[in-house]
């Protein structure tokens, strides 16, 4: 068996994942049984360009954790042979990538401007951020907070009735170029808080009685992109000094245990951390605006894919945060909420027990701010299409995360500190 590894590396030095066709490209799901099934993965991922969807570093797999990577297509067949002969459990998620992605956009809604459900890209999505706040002037205002790497606005919707001295709740989107269901989620929450304010009780209480802030997407260069370029992209597009790899995982270069557990030293890799806490343009406008208002945004949501999870600090270390009781009964409570539309199964708890380590993330650093309701949703679904839901689960997706988003806000309101 290792034969055949060796022999897979030496067929794989000028491979590479960036070739940017992903005609025949493959996602495998394996359950490494032991530890020498783990060191296979960790061999294979040395030889070869692995792209790992969940978790998203081979060092981060543990014997009887579930594992879905991406191989390029001239590997597949060797790397199927090698996952036979080591007589690891697997299957193949995702037997064609790019029929994966054509197969995406499958909305009706296929119409040159603005949909609710279909995937829209950066020029509609920062179009429709102007549109929403003109036409509902009364409820939204518009901001920039920053720019990006590649100098695009950063823009924010605050959404909310007038008031004195209104306490309020920061939710972000997009922080991994390549989960778009994500964004998807907070353009739908914008139009929901905007349609239902004055029918729906629990909308109008919350608009009314707090100022909620939408970061629609946080790492814009990333998403752009993944329309351009390519689909699988995660990172930021920031250039790194002597190096030729590009970008920084945003939701690693925040910091919290900064580059400590779950994060990578090196340029090159997904979970990059960013050459120091904050070096990347877009978490330092976000990290900027939470300190700014860290009198009144009392709580943090932050939105990513995939998995069906529901995950509270911390995760950069094993310690449970202080109010860890709380947090779990509202994120069982929510997670109920959200099953209650579609019967979707969430699994909820502290990031690091409950998936894996991983430092220098929004969340915890939220939390260690003093936001003591502080939450990352990884949406739809468990693999079955991964990055790359289709269009048609928008709306379910983002009716029942909705759900769980309106209980957390009424939560918080019923109970400022």
Request: hydrophobic share 35%.
């Amino acid at each position: 068996m290792w034969a055949l590894l060796l022999l897979i590396g030496a067929a794989s030095v000028s491979a590479n994942l960036q070739d940017l066709s992903f005609d025949r490209q493959k996602v495998f799901r394996v359950i490494p049984q032991n530890d020498e099934q783990v060191e296979i993965l960790n061999f294979l991922a040395s030889i070869m360009q692995v792209d790992f969807w969940q978790p998203d570093s081979v060092t981060l797999v543990k014997p009887k954790m579930q594992v879905d990577f991406r191989i390029e297509a001239e590997k597949s067949y060797e790397v199927e042979d090698l996952l036979k002969e080591s007589g690891m459990e697997y299957q193949v998620l995702i037997d064609n990538l790019q029929a994966a992605m054509d197969a995406q956009f499958d909305s009706k809604a296929r119409t040159a401007s603005h949909s609710y459900e279909k995937y829209n890209n950066w020029e509609t999505i920062a179009a429709w951020t102007a549109d929403i706040a003109a036409q509902n002037p009364d409820l939204v205002s518009r901001s920039v907070i920053g720019e990006t790497y590649e100098g695009r606005p950063m823009y924010l919707l605050k959404m909310g009735k007038s008031g004195t001295n209104k306490k309020a709740i920061f939710m972000d989107c997009g922080f991994h170029a390549r989960e778009w269901i994500s964004p998807a989620f907070c353009q739908w929450f914008v139009k929901e808080a905007v349609e239902t304010y004055g029918k729906d009780t629990v909308m109008t209480t919350l608009l009314d009685k707090l100022d909620i802030y939408v970061l629609p997407i946080v790492n814009i260069d990333g998403y752009v992109y993944t329309w351009t370029t390519d689909r699988m992209w995660r990172k930021t597009r920031s250039k790194n000094a002597n190096s030729r790899c590009i970008g920084t995982d945003p939701n690693r270069n925040l910091n919290a245990g900064w580059c400590t557990l779950g994060a990578s030293k090196s340029p090159c890799d997904a979970t990059y951390c960013g050459s120091a806490p904050e070096s990347e343009k877009e978490t330092k406008a976000l990290a900027d605006f939470i300190r700014e208002h860290l009198s009144t945004i009392k709580a943090y949501l932050t939105i990513h894919s995939y998995s069906q999870l529901l995950l509270f600090p911390y995760s950069y270390t094993y310690n449970l945060p202080a109010n860890y009781q709380e947090l779990n009964s509202i994120a069982s409570a929510a997670s109920k909420e959200l099953a209650s539309l579609y019967n979707t199964k969430y699994t909820y708890g502290p990031g690091a027990k409950t998936i894996y380590p991983a430092a220098g993330g929004s969340d915890d650093w939220a939390y260690d701010q003093g936001i003591k309701y502080s939450f990352t949703f990884e949406l739809r679904d468990t693999g079955r299409y991964g990055f790359l839901l289709p269009e048609s689960q928008i709306k379910p997706t983002c009716e029942e995360t909705l759900l769980a988003v309106k209980y957390i806000a009424n939560y918080v309101l019923e109970h400022l500190y």
